[in-house]
T-cell receptor
Framework: DTAVSQTPKYLVTQMGNDKSIKCEQN?????MYWYKQDSKKFLKIMFS???????INETVPNRFSPKSPDKAHLNLHINSLELGDSAVYFC???????????????FGDGTRLSIL | AQTVTQSQPEMSVQEAETVTLSCTYD???????LFWYKQPPSRQMILVIR??????QNATENRFSVNFQKAAKSFSLKISDSQLGDAAMYFC??????????????FGTGTRLQVTL
């Protein structure tokens, strides 16, 4: 069973469109993340949610709006897509508020977003 | 802000040989965690090994081991008996050990490892 699953795996769309990427984890984790990996393979945190509450927001344009309907889901909606949004977007999850440190983050397989 | 530096964009190793990937980091925190993630061409991010800063003993996972030098802020990954399946991008990552608080991973720029016959 896939622990962190993202859909779709590939997304090709035109500049100016609005699109969403969905993420679900079945690990029972309380915290979920979105990372962006650019064309040079550099990975950077975008957002983090804990139990549906936004915890980390790393200077991401407000065209990006994460939504967490419950602690097992963290979706990413992107408005007015731009060429620079082309990247691989990774969802991840971890158990943070367990009193036990060093809980690794588990990643989904990524969504490759290509803007034409 | 914490930073992670991987100074080797590419490395190559022959099958069955040993290779060491370098990583240095900068932080003012005394307690933190360090990780190595592997990203094969399939794009998955796979946790290879992790180290708690408060532990002096270097972590080991089968053929993978680390050399953690806290004073030097160095965290290198050694892969022994390299296999073709080890070919991938390897990312070093850092996170604060903030109790009860979600903490982001800060990644290095990655090292692409090639394994040759």
């Amino acid at each position: 069973d896939t622990a962190v699953s993202q859909t779709p795996k590939y997304l090709v769309t035109q500049m100016g469109n609005d699109k969403s990427i969905k993420c679900e984890q079945n690990l029972g984790h309380d915290t979920m993340y979105w990372y962006k990996q650019d064309s040079k393979k550099f990975l950077k945190i975008m957002f983090s949610y804990n139990n549906k509450e936004l915890i980390i927001n790393e200077t991401v344009p407000n065209r990006f709006s994460p939504k967490s309907p419950d602690k097992a889901h963290l979706n990413l909606h992107i408005n007015s897509l731009e060429l620079g949004d082309s990247a691989v977007y990774f969802c991840a999850s971890s158990q943070e508020f367990s009193g036990v440190g060093n809980q690794p983050q588990h990643f989904g397989d990524g969504t490759r977003l290509s803007i034409l | 802000a914490q930073t992670v530096t991987q100074s080797q964009p590419e490395m190559s190793v022959q099958e069955a040989e040993t290779v060491t990937l370098s990583c240095t980091y900068d932080t003012s925190e005394s307690d933190y965690y360090l990780f190595w993630y592997k990203q094969p061409p399939s794009r998955q991010m796979i946790l290879v090994i992790r180290q708690e800063a408060y532990k002096q003993q270097n972590a080991t996972e089968n053929r993978f081991s680390v050399n953690f030098q806290k004073a030097a802020k160095s965290f290198s990954l050694k892969i022994s008996d390299s296999q073709l399946g080890d070919a991938a991008m390897y990312f070093c990552a850092y996170r604060d050990a903030l109790t009860g608080t979600a903490s982001k991973l800060t990644f290095g720029t990655g090292t692409r490892l090639q394994v040759t016959l």
